[in-house]
């Protein structure tokens, strides 16, 4: 069985790889199990998970300009190397969690490098809120139930 992911998936499990705090872990692959690995050229629509993201964390965290294009080729960079590890493992589900919180624990230290620490902290302590917000998004209005 094969299983495809949507961009919003994609983006609410890269959200959810970045807010779960998955960085504890004690075997990494080696680096140059991930040389091969590029991100893609960004896209040219404005719109994508990591766009989305990168909106809500600038809510959020009141990044600076600068900061918004940082915080977006970071998360755009993990989505692609998420993607490409499912891809690559997708037979090994061991091997894919390893490489998914290598991805992570990489994504979170760029992440802390590219804010302040008042944002950082900040943002350690909010994640749980953008996440919400990413899901409500992402999730269609809940409809009421046929009475009758």
Same mark, same amino acid.
């Given at each position: 069985?094969?299983?495809?992911f949507t ?12 807010? =779960?705090?998955?960085?504890?872990? =004690?075997i990494y ?6 040389? &091969? ?5 960004? %896209?040219?629509?404005?719109?994508? %998970?990591?766009?989305?993201? !990168? ?11 600068? @900061? ?6 970071? $998360?755009?960079? !993990? ?5 490409? &590890? ?12 390893? *490489?998914? +919180?290598?991805?992570?624990?990489? =994504?979170?230290?760029? $992440?802390? @490098?590219?804010? =302040?620490? *008042? ?9 749980? +809120?953008? @996440?919400?917000?990413?899901? *409500? ?5 809940? !409809?009421?139930?046929? !009475? @009758?």
């Open positions: 069985m094969k299983i495809t961009s919003t998936a994609c983006g609410l499990l890269l959200l959810a790889m970045v807010s =779960s705090g998955c960085v504890r872990f =004690s692959l080696p680096d140059s199990a991930f040389e &091969a690995v590029k991100p893609e050229e960004k %896209p040219a629509e404005p719109k994508s %998970p990591a766009r989305d993201l !990168t909106n809500a964390m600038t809510e959020e965290l009141k990044l600076e300009p600068g @900061q918004q294009g940082r915080i977006h080729e970071i $998360l755009y960079a !993990t989505l692609q190397k998420a993607r490409a &590890a499912r891809t690559l493992y997708a037979d090994n589900p061991m091997a894919m969690n390893t *490489a998914l +919180r290598h991805i992570n624990a990489d =994504s979170e230290r760029q $992440l802390r @490098q590219a804010l =302040s620490l *008042a944002q950082y902290q900040q943002y350690m302590v909010g994640r749980q +809120r953008i @996440q919400a917000r990413m899901q *409500a998004k992402a999730a269609p209005a809940p !409809t009421a139930p046929i !009475t @009758q």
